[in-house]
């Protein structure tokens, strides 16, 4: 299993300003995620957190609005740069373990921009 | 991506038995099948994940007949507590740059007392 913790655990942020959001796991894993999941819809995925290359980004989200860095095996940010009120959203950390048969959420980080 | 379909909304009573269908008409030969439970200001939570036949573990069963094609999550004797969103994710989990889990809209259960 895997147990994941997000900073922050919510924010309000002004537009215009941008926001880290961090993930820690509890141990080695391959494959990290992140995730939008915007006001009573489901999840989208913003991207997979490469290790020590850049990210892979999905259809519709672009480095220069979500840079994403992995330093190590079990850490990684995602920035939301420029925020607009659109950007609010809950966004999660995901990942995977060794064995591949599960693949685990964070909590997620509650961010409201006014 | 293999698209999953399943009903927006379903409701039930404690103690009954629930069963969730998802159709995934286009589902591919390394796709395996999984559900997610997603409680409200939470992050989603593995129930199950199987590949043919019938899956069972201490929460779900998870039915998927021969031609993969469809697959039903069953919730013996539901609580209060089980209430939440309910998501049925195809995908190939075998690894590298073809791991990938899209989530379709999700089914909310509602268990009335």
């Known amino acids: 299993s895997a147990v994941i913790s997000q900073k922050p655990s919510r924010d309000i942020c002004q537009r215009g300003t941008s926001l880290t959001i961090q993930c820690q796991v509890d141990s080695q894993v391959t494959m990290m995620f992140w995730y939008r999941q915007q006001p009573g819809q489901s999840l989208t995925l913003i991207a997979t957190a490469n290790q020590g290359s850049e990210a892979t980004y999905e259809s519709g989200f672009v480095i220069d609005k979500f840079p994403i860095s992995r330093p190590n095996l079990t850490f990684s940010t995602l920035t939301v740069s420029n925020m607009s009120p659109e950007d609010s959203s809950i966004y999660l950390c995901s990942v995977v373990t060794p064995d591949r048969d599960e693949q685990y959420f964070g909590p997620g980080t509650r961010l409201t921009v006014t | 991506l293999a698209k999953t379909t399943q009903p927006i909304s379903m409701d039930s009573y404690e103690g009954q038995e629930v069963n969730i269908t998802c159709s995934h008409n286009n589902i591919a030969t390394n796709d395996y099948i999984t559900w997610y439970q997603q409680f409200p200001s939470q992050g989603p939570r593995f129930i199950i994940q199987?590949?043919?036949t019938k899956v069972t573990n201490e929460v779900a069963s998870l039915f998927i007949p021969a031609d993969r094609k469809s697959s039903t999550l069953s919730l013996p004797r539901v609580s209060l507590s089980d209430t939440a969103v309910y998501y049925c994710l195809v995908g190939d989990i075998s690894g590298g740059s073809n791991y990938k889990l899209t989530f379709g809209k999700g089914t909310l259960l509602t268990v009335n007392p």
């Open positions: 199987g590949y043919k």
